[in-house]
């Protein structure tokens, strides 16, 4: 039943799919179409059930059953031909050379590696087990996405829209076995959206495909295809943001119009970094309607606002509610104090400090496997510094008690570089100003990517994940440069950089840190309970001894002590196999400003209390209840009523 019930949704997005096809005709349009309008369903179905308590089993079927139903017969009554959509597909294949066959045969590879490890491989990024797929246990757990008490207070105000998604996923096939997909489609969707966005600046059908192929390689997102993160989730939507901006500046209409802003609002409901790189995009396509349009545009761009702030309403009013600011909280200055300027963004803004970042946003992605090398870079970028001024670690522009230094070139998706997408772009900035047909389609777009990397440079402080931070960057750049190398004279020039970019892909694409699809400890030989430590196998044996101790004691509500970076969601994910969907878990004794939400939840008296990283608590007291400790691994405690 569960996992018939996981593809309802899916039938839905192909249903919606057929229907835009027909007013469309071009199914990159419609797929773009279809993907906003399935998640504007799937975030109101969200916020509605979640004022009721009522996220659960049946009534997210229920929803989807409907709005399958409703489809259905819209699909009956304007679909002439169900064929119709494969064969707009199949005749376009039928025009394309070898060697394009060659490079969408590339993607397709690419993909279907990436989505045969987000099959097999559980979630196991870092911060999916500490707040992106814990949070989602939560809703499940009360019914609601409304703020709980919690340790880890990133759970609450961190955008949620990649997870809002999951959580239907999870809740539907009762398990994580499709959480990874969900970045795998925004992958394969940005691909698409990218290669319109190449059409929109003159890109010929190769230039297109080269784009999309550009998109498919770059390493951070091949390694991110098959997680739980939101970097490409929050890069579809980005995608499908500036393209629809094309659109709308050229044609106009309410509905382009509700397009862009619920594109805009769908990203910016994923991650925060969208206010960054979404911004310059804005300016630029509201001057170039009001220029258009004058009166009408001015109703445009209010389109546009409303719906970002519709998709966003629920989000921004439980942050206001807890934290009194709809962005939410981003660090804690004293117990129960908050402030939003904090370590994400800069405390000084100059052109000194501007420089040291853009300098060091580039150069971590020029880490190479020889120290030596990597030493010469490190020193170049400090010499720079001493030019400036100022230290390369500089406080008030780092990321609290990190060091700048350039590492190894990378395989783990946290912080792997894309050297030879920086390169490509260094040279689409030389070349583009001295190709005048180019250059006037391309300026206003060239010159809006520029702005976002500065502001993005000189507004959020230097850390060393920066390359995770600015995979959506990456991929807006990605029609870019595949448009310049269709451009090229040279026919072995185009094949040469292409190929390269194809199969110096692959070592991204098998050999994934946390997730190999080759080797050792690849995901077909490790058990895959055991692969949600790949990010820290140094606990990979504490979280399973603690569940089975916790079955010994015969125990379903759960308490726990957690610190600001514990791992939970193992906890959820390996409890619930062994005791079952109804297992209770709680946060107890949070000191946090959540911890207000107490009061919203019926009292809790857990049997059994595990204590993560403060190893030095042996007793805790919650609701007059005094726990002592019981057992200890390495890394938990179990404290138990005395």
Same mark, same amino acid.
């Given at each position: 039943?569960?996992?018939?019930?996981?593809?309802?949704?899916?039938?839905?997005?192909?249903?919606?799919?057929?229907?835009?096809?027909?007013?469309?005709?071009?199914?990159?349009?419609?797929?773009?179409?279809?993907?906003?309008?399935?998640?504007?369903?799937?975030?109101?179905?969200?916020?509605?059930?979640?004022?009721?308590?009522?996220?659960?089993?049946?009534?997210?079927?229920?929803?989807?059953?409907?709005?399958?139903?409703?489809?259905?017969?819209?699909?009956?009554?304007?679909?002439?031909?169900?064929?119709?959509?494969?064969? =707009?597909?199949? $005749?376009?294949? /039928?025009? +394309?050379? *070898?060697?394009?066959?060659?490079?969408?045969? %590339?993607?397709? @590879?690419? !993909?279907?590696?990436?989505?045969?490890?987000?099959?097999?491989?559980?979630?196991?990024?870092?911060?999916?087990?500490?707040?992106?797929?814990?949070?989602?246990?939560?809703?499940?757990?009360?019914?609601?996405?409304?703020?709980?008490?919690?340790?880890?207070?990133?759970?609450?105000?961190?955008?949620?829209?990649?997870?809002?998604?999951?959580?239907?996923?999870?809740?539907?096939?009762?398990?994580?076995?499709?959480?990874?997909?969900?970045?795998?489609?925004?992958?394969? =969707?940005?691909? $698409?959206?990218? /290669?319109? +966005?190449? *059409?929109?600046?003159?890109?010929?059908?190769? %230039?297109?495909? @080269?784009? !999309?192929?550009?998109?498919?390689?770059?390493?951070?997102?091949?390694?991110?295809?098959?997680?739980?993160?939101?970097?490409?989730?929050?890069?579809?939507?980005?995608?499908?943001?500036?393209?629809?901006?094309?659109?709308?500046?050229?044609?106009?209409?309410?509905?382009?119009?509700?397009?862009?802003?619920?594109?805009?609002?769908?990203?910016?409901?994923?991650?925060?970094?969208?206010?960054?790189?979404?911004?310059?995009?804005?300016?630029?396509?509201?001057?170039?309607?009001?220029?258009?349009?004058?009166?009408?545009?001015?109703?445009?761009?209010?389109?546009?606002?409303?719906?970002?702030?519709?998709?966003?309403?629920?989000?921004?009013?439980?942050?206001?509610?807890?934290?009194?600011?709809?962005?939410?909280?981003?660090?804690?200055?004293?117990?129960?104090?908050?402030?939003?300027?904090?370590?994400?963004?800069?405390?000084?803004?100059?052109?000194?400090?501007?420089?040291?970042?853009?300098?060091?946003?580039?150069?971590?992605?020029?880490?190479?496997?020889?120290?030596?090398?990597?030493?010469?870079?490190?020193?170049?970028?400090?010499?720079?510094?001493?030019?400036?001024?100022?230290?390369?670690?500089?406080?008030?522009?780092?990321?609290?008690?990190?060091?700048?230094?350039?590492?190894?070139?990378?395989?783990?998706?946290?912080?792997?570089?894309?050297?030879?997408?920086?390169?490509?772009?260094?040279?689409?900035?030389?070349?583009?100003?001295?190709?005048?047909?180019?250059?006037?389609?391309?300026?206003?777009?060239?010159?809006?990517?520029?702005?976002?990397?500065?502001?993005?440079?000189?507004?959020?402080?230097?850390?060393?994940?920066?390359?995770?931070?600015?995979?959506?960057?990456?991929?807006?750049?990605?029609?870019?440069?595949?448009?310049?190398?269709?451009?090229?004279?040279?026919?072995?020039?185009?094949?040469?950089?292409?190929?390269?970019?194809?199969?110096?892909?692959?070592?991204?694409?098998?050999?994934?840190?946390?997730?190999?699809?080759?080797?050792?400890?690849?995901?077909?030989?490790?058990?895959?309970?055991?692969?949600?430590?790949?990010?820290?196998?140094?606990?990979?044996?504490?979280?399973?001894?603690?569940?089975?101790?916790?079955?010994?004691?015969?125990?379903?509500?759960?308490?726990?002590?957690?610190?600001?970076?514990?791992?939970?969601?193992?906890?959820?994910?390996?409890?619930?196999?062994?005791?079952?969907?109804?297992?209770?878990?709680?946060?107890?004794?949070?000191?946090?400003?959540?911890?207000?939400?107490?009061?919203?939840?019926?009292?809790?008296?857990?049997?059994?209390?595990?204590?993560?990283?403060?190893?030095?608590?042996?007793?805790?007291?919650?609701?007059?209840?005094?726990?002592?400790?019981?057992?200890?691994?390495?890394?938990?405690?179990?404290?138990?009523?005395?």
């Amino acid at each position: 039943m569960n996992f018939f019930a996981s593809f309802i949704p899916l039938l839905v997005f192909l249903l919606l799919w057929g229907i835009f096809y027909e007013s469309q005709s071009e199914w990159r349009i419609s797929f773009l179409a279809a993907a906003v309008t399935w998640t504007i369903l799937l975030v109101a179905t969200t916020e509605l059930l979640s004022l009721f308590k009522a996220i659960s089993f049946w009534p997210l079927l229920g929803a989807w059953g409907l709005y399958l139903l409703v489809a259905s017969l819209v699909w009956a009554r304007v679909v002439g031909n169900p064929k119709n959509l494969i064969k =707009g597909i199949t $005749i376009r294949l /039928s025009e +394309i050379s *070898r060697f394009e066959i060659f490079l969408l045969s %590339g993607i397709a @590879f690419i !993909a279907g590696i990436i989505g045969l490890i987000a099959w097999k491989a559980p979630p196991n990024t870092w911060d999916s087990m500490t707040y992106h797929m814990a949070r989602i246990m939560h809703w499940i757990q009360d019914g609601s996405v409304a703020y709980y008490p919690t340790s880890i207070i990133r759970q609450l105000y961190m955008n949620p829209g990649s997870e809002f998604i999951i959580l239907h996923f999870q809740i539907l096939s009762n398990g994580d076995r499709l959480a990874n997909f969900v970045q795998w489609f925004s992958m394969v =969707g940005s691909a $698409i959206g990218v /290669s319109l +966005i190449a *059409r929109e600046l003159g890109a010929n059908r190769r %230039g297109q495909i @080269f784009s !999309a192929v550009v998109s498919m390689t770059i390493p951070m997102g091949i390694l991110q295809g098959s997680s739980t993160q939101n970097d490409y989730v929050v890069s579809f939507w980005l995608v499908c943001f500036a393209y629809w901006a094309f659109v709308l500046k050229r044609e106009g209409g309410v509905w382009n119009s509700l397009a862009t802003g619920a594109c805009l609002g769908l990203a910016v409901l994923t991650k925060s970094t969208t206010y960054v790189y979404a911004f310059p995009f804005l300016v630029w396509m509201s001057f170039s309607i009001l220029k258009t349009y004058r009166g009408e545009g001015v109703k445009l761009l209010a389109f546009v606002a409303l719906f970002v702030l519709l998709i966003n309403l629920g989000a921004y009013l439980r942050n206001y509610d807890l934290f009194g600011n709809p962005l939410g909280v981003r660090q804690e200055i004293s117990p129960g104090i908050y402030t939003i300027s904090d370590q994400y963004s800069n405390d000084i803004f100059s052109i000194p400090e501007l420089s040291s970042n853009v300098v060091r946003n580039i150069a971590v992605h020029f880490g190479t496997p020889f120290d030596n090398a990597n030493r010469i870079l490190n020193t170049a970028v400090n010499q720079f510094h001493k030019i400036i001024g100022i230290s390369s670690s500089d406080p008030r522009t780092t990321w609290s008690g990190m060091t700048f230094s350039i590492q190894r070139m990378s395989l783990y998706e946290g912080n792997a570089g894309d050297p030879l997408d920086i390169l490509l772009m260094m040279i689409a900035l030389v070349l583009v100003p001295f190709q005048p047909e180019f250059r006037r389609k391309t300026a206003s777009y060239l010159l809006s990517l520029l702005v976002a990397f500065l502001l993005y440079s000189l507004v959020l402080r230097w850390h060393p994940w920066e390359s995770r931070w600015q995979l959506p960057l990456f991929i807006l750049w990605s029609p870019m440069i595949g448009t310049l190398i269709s451009e090229f004279r040279k026919e072995t020039t185009r094949v040469a950089i292409i190929s390269l970019l194809l199969f110096g892909a692959l070592p991204w694409v098998f050999f994934n840190q946390t997730r190999p699809f080759f080797g050792p400890q690849n995901i077909f030989r490790i058990d895959r309970d055991q692969q949600y430590f790949s990010s820290q196998p140094s606990i990979e044996m504490s979280y399973p001894r603690t569940v089975y101790q916790l079955t010994n004691y015969r125990c379903d509500h759960i308490g726990l002590y957690l610190s600001e970076n514990d791992w939970e969601y193992p906890f959820w994910a390996l409890l619930r196999q062994e005791i079952g969907n109804n297992v209770l878990i709680e946060d107890v004794n949070v000191n946090n400003v959540s911890a207000v939400k107490y009061g919203s939840f019926p009292e809790f008296v857990p049997c059994a209390i595990l204590v993560v990283s403060n190893k030095s608590v042996s007793n805790l007291q919650v609701e007059h209840v005094q726990y002592n400790e019981a057992w200890s691994s390495k890394d938990v405690s179990i404290l138990l009523p005395k």
